[in-house]
């Protein structure tokens, strides 16, 4: 069908899964085909929007720059991010951007195979940019619901990524349970904290 | 007994203006069919059907619906279904395609509805703000939105009566990912109706012209699960980004480029969350009303559900 391709979603997954990932896969043999990066939960993912804190950048290239950011999620879990000279918005923002800060990076999950046979997924970034704590605080509790929405899914008979996590993966799903329940307990303490430093 | 009296008029009224049918000929055929060959109403009516269009050398295609549901348009839910609609004609859109006569939106007091008009079709122009009785239209559906064509079988009744067309806005929530090309100052044809960006100070229509400047984002909100496209124009995209026009110019003018502008409001507004109303214009969502979502996010409910899992 000659259809105008949609606009893929952004998955909303914690550092957690998103590094337990790295089978990619297309839904059609077309060069163009979008490439989808299988979440443990069950979900493909062509990509992600992460908001956290840029707790470290740094210019890894060789010839030409190449940077290296990192992000951190509420669990203390890091996203990598690289953008060189064909993410040129993103390379700058990484060369100018002062750790530590909140952004939030739109992007498109990528896997490399280090030299001992590991497959390492990271993001190359489409977008970054500084936010405020609400928004880091926002993306959290959203990104708890889509994960606990795929848990619960994960176990139904349809599920067709639920069905290729398991094939893949034999991960369980009860480990990305917790990493919600840990950023959403980090958040409330975080919240008690302020709470008490205002009223000392 | 009455039942089949119905179906032959309802037949015989679609075949009216091709054939020279006789009600009770209709009515003889049917009963032929249901009494003698124990076939159900349905396919019987269907097989009368097929003969007359034989004999008129019609496709199903070009049948009058004589018998068509009156439908709102915000009841359209499925595709190729022939239909009667009251409507006012509430935006008139340029054809893409010299197969197209006219396109715009059709609109009645539940909403409103694309609707498309061959050019081969030959029908009556219509005029935006005018009311019309369409009968025989055909609905059609693409990428879950509605439609609905007129054909050359659709009867155009223009109607002497006011329509108050209803809201169909929508609100959509999710993280602003985007921001697309031909987002932030750009420059407008200034001919007479004519609205169409410039392309390098050049617009498809009119060629090289002196452009007149404006202001909007075309943007994506992003939910996790869904996507939709967003258009803010000068006045809500001077609300999102809290640039002005004005402004907008002048920090083109000191640049000397007018991208400078899409990267400031890139940097204003990216990768945060937004909640917007407003109707809906094809696949976009037109905003009327926007609210940045910076109250902070009550985690409680969600840490009850994840530990109850």
Known sequence: MATTPTREVARRVFAREFNDAGYTFKESDDDRAPVYLLLPTGERANRVFVVGTLTETEDVGEDSEYWQGRVVDPNGDTFFMYAGQYQPDAASMLRDLEPPAYVSVVGKPRTYETDDGEVNVSIRPESITVVDAATRDRWVVETAERTLERIQRFDDDANEYAEMAREQYDLPVENYRRAVVGALESLETDGEAEASASTS | ?309
């Not at chain 2, 067309?165 to 987002?183: K, M, N, P, R, Y």
């Open chain 2, 1 to 309: 007994m009455t039942d089949l009296r119905t179906h032959a008029e309802e037949i015989h009224e679609q075949f009216s203006d091709q054939l020279g049918i006789d009600v009770d000929d209709v009515h003889e055929r049917l009963e032929t069919l249901v009494e003698e060959y124990k076939v159900p109403v349905d396919e019987a009516r269907r097989s009368v059907t097929n003969t007359y269009l034989d004999e008129a050398g019609m496709d199903r295609d070009e049948l009058r619906g004589g018998g068509n549901e009156r439908k709102q348009v915000a009841d359209v839910d499925t595709a190729e279904e022939w239909i009667d609609v009251r409507a006012k004609v509430v935006d008139l859109w340029e054809p893409r395609s010299d197969a197209v006569a006219q396109v715009g939106l059709l609109g009645d007091e539940t909403g409103t509805i694309k609707f498309t008009k061959w050019s081969k079709s030959d029908l009556p122009e219509l005029d935006e703000g005018a009311v019309y009785e369409l009968r025989n239209v055909v609905t059609d559906e693409y990428q879950g939105r509605y439609s609905v064509k007129l054909n050359r079988t659709t009867t155009i009744t223009e109607l002497d009566e006011e329509i108050e067309v209803g809201d169909d806005s929508v609100t959509v929530e999710g993280a602003l990912v985007d921001i697309q090309s031909g987002s932030g100052l750009i420059k407008r044809c200034p001919e007479d109706d004519c609205t169409r960006v410039l392309q390098n100070g050049r617009c498809s229509e009119h060629g090289e012209v002196e452009g007149e400047f404006d202001l909007r984002i075309k943007g994506v909100l992003d939910d996790g699960e869904e996507v939709t496209e967003v258009i803010f124009d000068q006045e809500a995209t001077e609300n999102l980004t809290g640039i002005t026009l004005e402004e907008a110019q002048e920090m083109a003018m000191d640049a000397l480029d007018t991208t400078v502008v899409a990267d400031e409001m890139r940097t204003k507004v990216l990768g945060r969350y937004y909640r917007v109303e407003g109707p809906t214009f094809g696949r976009y969502v037109l905003a009327d009303a926007i609210e940045q979502l910076s109250d902070p996010a009550d985690p409680e409910a969600v840490l009850i559900k994840a530990r109850s899992i």
